[in-house]
T-cell receptor
Framework: DARVTQTPRHKVTEMGQEVTMRCQPILGHNTVFWYRQTMMQGLELLAYFRNRAPLDDSGMPKDRFSAEMPDATLATLKIQPSEPRDSAVYFC?????????????FGPGTRLTVL | KQEVTQIPAALSVPEGENLVLNCSFTDSAIYNLQWFRQDPGKGLTSLLLIQSSQREQTSGRLNASLDKSSGRSTLYIAASQPGDSATYLCAVSTYNTDKLIFGTGTRLQVFP
């Protein structure tokens, strides 16, 4: 049963600390997305990759957030330094995206609390 | 700018009822529309995907329809069960980006 996995599932940290979240997309999927979910804003895209190349990171505060795909089986989202307003659930999703077809499968999320 | 709206925001029904959840979007130039369910504290589970050339999709007791010209989709749940209790989200993708634009969700409670 192929699924997207994320680690850690929960993270509590203090303001100013570095946070790294990891995602293993479904094998064979060509596109990986990072979304953030908050009560106020709902689900919003932070960044996404196609065949490991970044396509859009316009949703990400670039002074503190960075996203990478070191290889096809790992995507990372890093926050440095973290702030209380970064508290949210961060979802990774992957899909085999092609012209006319865009179905995305989500991981269980990382619940981040910044104190 | 594409905006996605879902009504009602919350719904509480006795089990056995047939339900209709609504999703509307402002820009009809969509690629796909995807329905998800989210259980409390959990991730999103994909329920149905409707491509822009399709009018509906069915999976078990779920049926989703798409009317691009009017900017609407409905999710029909037949014979609801307590296990259907969750938040249901619709999301659209457009031609100029692969990102999904989400609605605010409908929180469904089905009581025995």
């Amino acid at each position: 049963d192929a699924r997207v996995t994320q680690t850690p599932r929960h993270k509590v940290t203090e303001m100013g600390q570095e946070v790294t979240m990891r995602c293993q997309p479904i094998l064979g999927h060509n596109t990986v997305f990072w979304y953030r979910q908050t009560m106020m804003q709902g689900l919003e895209l932070l960044a996404y990759f196609r065949n490991r190349a970044p396509l859009d990171d316009s949703g990400m505060p670039k002074d503190r957030f960075s996203a990478e795909m070191p290889d096809a089986t790992l995507a990372t989202l890093k926050i440095q330094p973290s702030e209380p307003r970064d508290s949210a659930v961060y979802f990774c999703a992957s899909g085999l995206i092609s012209s006319g077809y865009n179905e995305q499968f989500f991981g269980p999320g990382t619940r981040l609390t910044v104190l | 700018k594409q905006e996605v709206t879902q009504i009602p925001a919350a719904l509480s029904v006795p089990e056995g009822e047939n339900l209709v959840l609504n999703c509307s979007f402002t820009d009809s130039a969509i690629y796909n529309l995807q329905w998800f369910r989210q259980d409390p504290g959990k991730g999103l589970t994909s329920l149905l995907l409707i491509q822009s050339s399709q009018r509906e999709q069915t999976s078990g007791r779920l049926n989703a329809s798409l009317d691009k010209s009017s900017g609407r989709s409905t999710l029909y749940i037949a014979a609801s069960q307590p296990g259907d209790s969750a938040t249901y989200l619709c999301a659209v993708s457009t031609y100029n980006t692969d990102k999904l634009i989400f609605g605010t969700g409908t929180r469904l409670q089905v009581f025995p």
